[in-house]
Nanobody, 116 residues
Framework: QVQLVESGGGLVQPGGSLRLSCATS????????MGWHRQAPGKQRELVAR???????DYADSVKGRFTISRDNAKNTVYLQMNSLKPEDTAVYYC??????????WGQGIQVTVSS
């Protein structure tokens, strides 16, 4: 069974930073594009950032310049470095493995709360 294991969430003050991690198996990491989505209370889940196998990246306009997605192929892990956090970044963040040829996979979600 495919697992995406997220870590690194928590409570941070506005302006602070957090780094989320998502680890998975080598078989998934080698063929899937990896991404992060988030869902705030009462809102739809939205794409935050994604990174393709060729290392091309894509970001939501709301996080450009503040968030950075990266992948470590040796560790089968994708990261989301979040800087200059705002209260509106508060949400449950989900790791996602996506492929045009195979079913998507999702992590269990991890809470990020930005509050003073």
């Amino acid at each position: 069974q495919v697992q995406l294991v997220e870590s690194g969430g928590g409570l941070v003050q506005p302006g602070g930073s957090l780094r989320l991690s998502c680890a998975t198996s080598a078989s998934i990491f080698s063929i899937y594009n990896m991404g992060w989505h988030r869902q705030a209370p009462g809102k739809q889940r939205e794409l935050v950032a994604r990174i393709f196998n060729g290392y091309m990246t894509d970001y939501a306009d709301s996080v450009k310049g503040r968030f950075t997605i990266s992948r470590d192929n040796a560790k089968n892990t994708v990261y989301l470095q979040m800087n200059s956090l705002k209260p509106e970044d508060t949400a449950v963040y989900y790791c996602n493995a996506a492929s045009p040829m195979y079913p998507d996979y999702w992590g269990q979600g991890i809470q990020v709360t930005v509050s003073s």
